[in-house]
């Protein structure tokens, strides 16, 4: 079987970790590196880092920070935010990341899931998913943050990408993002059912035991967090050892 991953986000903006509610708010917590080295020091299956600049102007200050991340940690990396041409995952790549994540642009331009996945492979490719209940029983897509509805169902949308070559999805509900009451277990399995390729489970973690209950009642492949891990509520390896107790097959 393989072991569940635990995986720390880290939002980085001009160079910082920076931590807000729902974009705003927002302030820096800290060095992204010395973020990384701490994960990985406490067992972190692997790392995303998330571009909220997502600009011109920002994209050297975060590939600054991959460049010298992968120089210190040994863990994959996976690297998002305003990705929006194959220069943009080839200069993330070379920087050293180990895979690249769209969200935004894979709804603007399928067709950059596709040549991703030709030109770097399919192992490279995450998509990221903002996804709500639509109040009919079923789920929809957003963009931008989650500001805009894009009417697309979400069962449809997970399927499309996997067809066109994405390697892994990481699925964020927007009904349990900022809620600490758990992951949202029902959206998880629903996308699982849909895909063969791993699926992260991201949004509402708050407590030890809601990593356990995702990765044994769902088919979620990992489960990431940021909060709980940045301000020390938990570590990585607390995490793991619960998960290890718990029966779940983790790299300890």
Known sequence: MLAKRIIPCLDVRNGKVVKGVNFEGIKEVGDPVAFAEEYNRQGADELVFYDITASAEGRGLILDVVRETAKRVFVPLCVGGGIATIDDFRDTLRAGADKVSVNSQALNNPDLIIEAAKIFGSQCVVVGIDAKRDGIGGYTV???????????ELGKWVEEIERWG?????????????????FDKEMLNYVCSKVNIPVIASGGAGRLSDFSEVLEETGA????????FHFGELTVREVKEDLKKSGITVRV
């Open 142 to 152: 957003y963009k931008n943050g989650g500001r805009v509805d894009m009417k697309i």
């Open 166 to 182: 994405a390697g892994e999805i990481c699925l964020n509900s927007m009904d349990a993002d900022g809620t600490r009451n758990g």
């Open 221 to 228: 492949s990992a489960a990431l967090a940021a909060s709980l």
